[in-house]
């Protein structure tokens, strides 16, 4: 009996241990993937329409830069909208430091991150670049580029984006969390 109770001990432990990327299905989204997370320490999370005051009690201070937000000394960049958190960039500074909350990161493969959000709804039209566009009003991906003038700028809002940028050896340099307004107007 007191073998039993130690393995479910260890069971609810590794259990708890095991990180929320595990919670994700491949080829869903919603608003819980608009996040990034601290890879080691204090876990900081950063979210899509977190205030800038929240965001800077996770990253520190960051350094204006005008419409491209403000970068971090971590590698993170935010832009930011009414000062609330429209898009987040996971820079190569970011390597080791920061994830997005499935646990994409910074010098994975395409094929690493389409492991964590899908290949159905991949929208993988060169070697360099990998998206993932969904429409939270129509409760679907989008099925077009992030340029595809069948949305307006105020239906844009709406519109989520997970965006990966490719070196010419096939790993990350750039993640971006970010709505499509931001991503297109840079509003």
């Known amino acids: 009996m007191k ?29 819980d993937d608009l996040c990034i997370v601290e890879s080691g320490g204090s876990r900081a999370k950063i979210c899509y329409g977190d205030s800038r005051s929240e965001v800077e009690k ?4 960051g350094k204006d830069t005008g419409a491209l937000g ?8 935010v832009m930011y909208r009414d000062d609330a958190a429209a898009g987040i960039l996971l820079k190569e500074e970011s390597a080791g430091k920061f994830k997005t909350v499935r646990g994409a990161s910074i010098s994975d493969s395409k094929s690493s991150i389409k492991r964590l959000y899908g290949e159905k709804v991949a929208l993988d039209a ?6 993932y566009i969904y429409d939270s009003r129509a409760d679907r991906f989008f099925d077009g580029g992030p340029n ?7 239906d844009s809002v709406d519109t989520y ?9 096939g790993y990350a340099t ?6 499509r307004r931001m991503a297109v107007y840079f509003k």
Request: charged share 20%; glycine share 8%.
């Open 148 to 154: 595809d003038p069948r949305q307006t700028m105020e």
């Open 70 to 77: 403000y970068v971090y000394d971590n590698g993170v960049t």
């Open 174 to 179: 750039l993640l971006m969390v970010i709505d």
């Open 3 to 31: 073998g039993m109770a130690w393995l479910a001990a260890a069971l609810l432990i590794m259990a708890g241990c095991s990180g929320r990327a595990s919670e994700f299905k491949a080829d869903t989204f919603s608003k």
């Open 161 to 169: 984006i997970l965006s990966a940028l490719f070196n010419e050896d």
């Open 58 to 61: 996770a990253l520190g201070q």
């Open 126 to 131: 060169t070697e360099h670049n990998l998206d």
